[in-house]
């Protein structure tokens, strides 16, 4: 039916917040894709969409109408996906947002075995630790390390990273060496943002500390923190696989090694648990992998 179709393209004219964007990325013409939405309209007796010369926005109706016929173009396609499965492994392009150093450490080993499973699969990924916003970009799956802060988005966990106190010998030398959890508050310490950047976590030995910790540093990159404590500016918190390469090359050393700081989640996020093959094996993969 018609109007199956112009649900289909009000999605993504919605999606976008554009009549032109959404225009071209279907390859048709701007007065085409305006004359069908408005035919919609009339259809359904109801405004969907608030036009203005620089934006378009969601009636109380058009919101009602977007969240329904999203699902249904979306069952659509994944519909006519799996059919294809039956006679093809997965293909297409893979978009994918990952944070660097988690990338670089712990899913470059995986990207190439999972790329080696599915020759028909191709990448295009974002080493980014900004916030990706997935129904106006062309990112399949966010990759992230914490909790998730956007509660309308599906997230799938993936693994937890264990994290342990890591300082250059050259800063032990010059500062000491803390014996006890409670003797960091006494040092400069490397903090990743976040809720927890002041007060750290320490589990060992059967008991729990929460020791409220300081400093001049405070950023968001893992790998900026492993080089600035390699460079001997502080004590910091790190997952073992990112600080292995400078403790074999001693430019760090583990401190307080009964004492672990609490897991980071890593988690998948999606816009949907309607997920095209791609993306479903590349998730599965990767959590399996991490997990083992």
Same mark, same amino acid.
């Given at each position: 039916?018609?109007?199956?179709?112009?649900?289909?393209? %009000? @999605?993504?004219?919605?999606?976008?917040?554009?009549? &032109?964007?959404? *225009?071209?990325?279907?390859?048709?013409?701007?007065?085409?894709?305006? &004359?069908?939405?408005?035919?919609?309209?009339?259809?359904?007796?109801?405004?969907?969409?608030?036009?203005?010369?620089?934006?378009?926005? +969601?009636?109380?109706?058009?919101?009602l109408y977007y969240e329904r016929c999203k699902r249904i173009v979306d069952e659509a396609r994944l519909a006519h996906e799996q059919l294809g499965e039956m006679l093809a492994r997965p293909s297409g392009l893979l978009r994918a947002s990952l944070p660097v150093d988690f990338a670089n450490v712990y899913l470059a080993p995986l990207i190439a075995e999972f790329a080696q499973l599915y020759p028909g699969i191709s990448f295009d990924f974002?080493?980014?630790?900004?916030?990706?916003?997935? #129904?106006?970009?062309? @990112?399949?799956?966010?990759?992230?390390?914490?909790?998730?802060?956007?509660?309308?988005?599906?997230?799938?966990?993936?693994?937890?990273?264990?994290?342990?106190?890591? *300082?250059?010998?050259?800063?032990?030398?010059?500062?000491?060496? =803390?014996?006890? =959890?409670?003797?960091?508050?006494?040092?400069?310490?490397?903090?990743?943002?976040?809720?927890?950047?002041?007060?750290?976590?320490?589990?060992?030995?059967?008991?729990?500390?929460?020791?409220? @910790?300081?400093?001049?540093?405070?950023?968001?990159?893992?790998?900026?923190?492993?080089?600035?404590?390699?460079?001997?500016?502080?004590?910091? +918190?790190?997952?073992?696989?990112?600080? *292995?390469?400078?403790?074999?090359?001693?430019?760090?050393?583990?401190?307080? #090694?009964?004492?672990?700081?609490?897991? @980071?989640?890593?988690?998948?996020?999606?816009?949907?648990?309607?997920?095209?093959?791609?993306?479903?094996? %590349?998730?599965? %993969? #990767?959590?399996?992998?991490?997990?083992?």
């Amino acid at each position: 039916m018609e109007y199956l179709n112009d649900m289909a393209l %009000f @999605v993504e004219v919605v999606k976008v917040r554009s009549f &032109r964007r959404a *225009a071209e990325a279907l390859n048709m013409p701007n007065s085409t894709l305006s &004359r069908r939405i408005s035919g919609l309209e009339k259809a359904i007796g109801l405004r969907l969409l608030q036009r203005t010369t620089r934006k378009i926005e +969601l009636t109380e109706a058009g919101q009602l109408y977007y969240e329904r016929c999203k699902r249904i173009v979306d069952e659509a396609r994944l519909a006519h996906e799996q059919l294809g499965e039956m006679l093809a492994r997965p293909s297409g392009l893979l978009r994918a947002s990952l944070p660097v150093d988690f990338a670089n450490v712990y899913l470059a080993p995986l990207i190439a075995e999972f790329a080696q499973l599915y020759p028909g699969i191709s990448f295009d990924f974002d080493l980014t630790p900004r916030q990706v916003d997935l #129904v106006s970009e062309p @990112v399949d799956v966010v990759i992230r390390m914490g909790e998730p802060a956007n509660s309308n988005l599906i997230a799938r966990k993936l693994a937890s990273i264990q994290r342990f106190l890591y *300082a250059s010998p050259h800063y032990l030398q010059t500062s000491g060496e =803390p014996q006890s =959890p409670s003797d960091l508050s006494g040092h400069e310490c490397l903090r990743l943002r976040g809720p927890d950047s002041d007060r750290w976590t320490l589990s060992g030995g059967g008991e729990t500390q929460q020791v409220d @910790v300081g400093g001049r540093f405070q950023l968001n990159s893992v790998g900026m923190l492993r080089r600035l404590a390699s460079l001997g500016l502080g004590i910091t +918190l790190l997952p073992e696989g990112i600080a *292995a390469q400078d403790v074999a090359d001693g430019k760090l050393r583990r401190i307080l #090694v009964q004492w672990q700081a609490s897991p @980071v989640s890593v988690y998948a996020l999606t816009e949907t648990r309607l997920l095209p093959a791609k993306t479903q094996r %590349f998730i599965e %993969f #990767v959590r399996d992998r991490l997990q083992a």
